[in-house]
């Protein structure tokens, strides 16, 4: 199983960006692809937001309504559409992959949000 995400950058607090991560190589029926983010000095990754592969969503509390997540199952690539950024969306963004509670990550993308 392989993820690349793409897609970080810098934007202006209230700007908006699109993260992608292409998925390859899950063999089952039954997954969730979900995006962690690694904030500045902590080492701990918090959820963000995930999709099932049944299209089952959930959110953080802190990015509803601003972030949403989709995926494509025939380009094989999940999308974060991440709007009304803060200062404290500001970290690294990871793609995850759980297959039967197999944990799969991809590199990272940055994502930095300027005041």
């Known amino acids: 199983v392989q993820l690349v995400e793409s897609g970080g950058g810098l934007v202006q607090a209230g700007g908006s960006l699109r993260l992608s991560c292409v998925y390859s190589g899950i063999m089952f029926d039954d997954y969730t692809i979900g995006w962690f983010r690694q904030a500045p000095g902590t080492a701990a990754r918090e959820g963000v937001s995930c999709i099932s592969s049944h299209g089952r969503t959930t959110y953080a509390d802190g990015v509803k309504g601003r972030f949403t997540i989709s995926s494509d199952n025939a380009e094989r690539t999940v999308y974060l559409e991440m709007n009304s950024l803060k200062p404290e969306d500001t970290g690294v963004y990871y793609c995850?992959?759980?297959?039967?509670?197999?944990?799969?990550w991809g590199q990272g993308t940055q994502v930095t949000v300027s005041s």
């Open positions: 995850n992959a759980n297959i039967l509670s197999r944990h799969v």
